[in-house]
């Protein structure tokens, strides 16, 4: 992401405390994971990955409205977060997208991951 991020959720926690301990004992090794976190709302879940930043530019993929799509969180054309909501199995394909420098328009992200589950 090319900054630092303080993310407050379990995939971090669990991640980061493990290379922490790990440090500890002199391995050595850098932190460049980018956690996800989820939570569920009654029937609805969601799993979010990156920069959720309701000031960056959104593209919105929903098939069913409000209810199932995905959200990507773009800056310069770059894809900067994406939020799955009731769409799983997706994250590690969210890293992915995050990781590409683009750039993306709203047209290349549409239908860009499944919306599975
Ligand atoms: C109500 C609630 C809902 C949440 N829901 C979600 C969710 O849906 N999704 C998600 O991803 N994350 C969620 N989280 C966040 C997630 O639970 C935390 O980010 C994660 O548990 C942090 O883990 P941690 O190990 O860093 O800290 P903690 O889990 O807080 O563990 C710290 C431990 O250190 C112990 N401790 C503190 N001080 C000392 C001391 N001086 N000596 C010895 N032990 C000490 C504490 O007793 C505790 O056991 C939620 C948190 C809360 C409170």
């Known amino acids: 992401m ?21 440090n500890v004992v002199g391995a050595n090794e850098p932190y460049h994971y980018l956690p996800y976190f989820y939570s569920d709302l009654f029937d609805l879940g969601y799993e979010a990955v990156g920069e959720l930043d309701s000031r960056l530019e959104t593209v919105t993929d929903w098939p069913e409205p409000y209810q199932k799509g995905v959200v990507y969180y773009l800056q310069d054309g770059r894809v900067r977060g994406v939020l799955l909501w ?10 992915e997208l995050i990781a590409e420098k683009g750039p993306f ?13």
């Open 105 to 117: 328009k709203a047209g290349d992200l549409k239908g860009r991951l499944p919306k599975t589950g």
């Open 86 to 95: 009731s769409v799983w199995d997706q994250v590690g394909a969210a890293r």
């Open 2 to 22: 090319d900054k630092r991020l303080r993310i407050e959720h379990e995939d971090n926690a669990n991640t980061m405390g493990r290379r922490a301990g790990r």
